[in-house]
């Protein structure tokens, strides 16, 4: 069965740059959510997206921007990045608006130097 | 954590045994969901209960909730040593919030 496909990866960047990260949920799921998880922490909840609109949003740094696109696929953009953005970055999907059931990518592993 | 506490932090049990892990929540909810996690990997959903259910089974998983004190409980039966990894309770809080907050989680060690 498909999952949801996050990319990259792993990527590394140096301190003032900028990254993207993409998500792709399971097919027919509306809703998507992204989460940071620092090392040893629990996922903090950035932003969520249902049919293409932002639903709610968490504690995501002003640098930080996303959005969903028309094939559902959502980005994350984040721009000037600190040392303290190092961390495993999650998308999910839900088949409903609930949240009801997620499913989560592997991660994309942002490493800030 | 958004959310509260979860306990213990670590545990660690000969396999066989049966694993309890403990969550607090600090809101009125809608659901409680538990949430697997192997190391660096992306969680894998275990088991929903909804705020009007007090107990729920899947497998050799059992859940408990009592909303009166904001807690739930998942207890692991005849563990496994496959079953290492992080556990983590996660709440939607009542109105409507189109987000999961996570517990801080629980360390889950089986020794075989």
């Known amino acids: 069965a498909a999952g949801v496909i996050q990319s990259p990866r792993h990527l590394i960047k140096e301190k003032r740059e900028t990254a993207t990260l993409k998500c792709y949920p399971i097919?027919?799921?509306?809703?998507v959510y992204w989460y940071q998880q620092g090392p040893g922490q629990d996922p903090q909840f950035l932003i969520s997206f249902y049919e293409k609109m932002q639903s709610d949003k968490g504690s995501i740094p002003d640098r930080f921007s996303a959005q969903q696109f028309s094939d559902y696929h959502s980005e994350l953009n984040m721009s000037s990045l600190e040392l303290g953005d190092s961390a495993l970055y999650f998308c999910?999907?839900?088949?409903?608006?609930?949240?009801?059931?997620?499913?989560f990518g592997e991660g994309s592993r942002l490493t800030v130097l | 954590s958004q959310q509260g506490e979860e306990d213990p932090q670590a545990l660690s049990i000969q396999e066989g045994e049966n694993a309890t892990m403990n969550c607090s929540y600090k809101t009125s909810i809608n659901n409680l969901q538990w949430y697997r996690q192997n190391s660096g990997r992306g969680l894998v959903h275990l088991i929903l209960?909804?705020?009007?259910?007090r107990e729920k089974h899947s497998g050799r998983l059992r859940v408990t909730l009592d909303t009166s004190k904001k807690s739930s409980s998942l207890l692991i039966t005849a563990s496994r040593a496959a079953d290492t990894a992080s556990y983590f309770c996660a709440t939607d809080a009542l109105g409507g919030a189109q987000k999961l907050v996570f517990g801080q989680g629980t360390r889950l060690t089986i020794n075989p």
């Open positions: 097919p027919r799921h509306d809703t």
């Open positions: 209960i909804r705020s009007n259910e």
């Open positions: 999910a999907s839900s088949a409903d608006r609930g949240p009801g059931e997620l499913f």
